[in-house]
């Protein structure tokens, strides 16, 4: 066994897996950077369930700098899951304009209507019971149950995606290897974690211009040397297609791509 393969067993191992050197590192610079370059953002400052689970809605597919002004808005207008759930869905869509794709607003009123319906008005925290209702993916899901009730779940967007494939696979790989990677490097304390990874997607290792150069994990990164090498970097980063496409139709539920 190579010294990059012995395994560091973490204190606790019944809520931690056994990382790999390189990904003990990984994690630990993550949480490093996070640390003095992570975004103030106002989800991030609240453990609501409904407002976390508003603000992943909207972040589906849309930028950050769209979606503060609306979510601001928006909670304003329906301070909770009940006050939404009471609301005429022709309304709610017209409180959401501009931030496109429609469907989104439908989805976030019939899924206040069933927990309100279903679970006395409280966004349940547990996956399958989150996964039951009808527009929560597993990115959703996810992200709920990490940020609003602090589990261990991982959350894999496009961002995270794009950097787990980039620093240990080197090139795309199947969703399920990417999410049985993102749950393995979960620390015990997931929550910093987690939004440290979509920080470091959409500021550092981003889909068209990796910002290699300046890149905490340039000695880790098995793509470095496609995107971070002088010319060829340059050229590589300019030939890369991004990972996915800003679709034109409604996005499919849980998936946020900023
Ligand atoms: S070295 Fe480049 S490709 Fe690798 S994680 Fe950093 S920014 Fe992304």
Known sequence: MTHEEKCIRPRNERTAPVKTPSQALFVRRLLRWYRRQGRSLPWRRTADPYRILVSEVMLQQTQVDRVLPKYREFLRRYPSIEALAR??????????YPLGYNVRPVRLWGIANEVVRRHEGRVPAERAALLGLKGIGPYTAGAVRAFAFRRRAAVVDTNVRRVLQRVFFGRARPDRQVWALAERLLPRHPYDFNQALMDFGALVCTARAPAC???PMAS????YDRFGRGPAGVRAVRAVRPERARPAAAPAPGRRAV
């Open 220 to 223: 880790l990164c098995r793509s």
């Open 213 to 215: 150069a300046r890149c």
């Open 87 to 96: 609301a005429r869905v022709g309304e709610v869509r017209e409180v959401w």
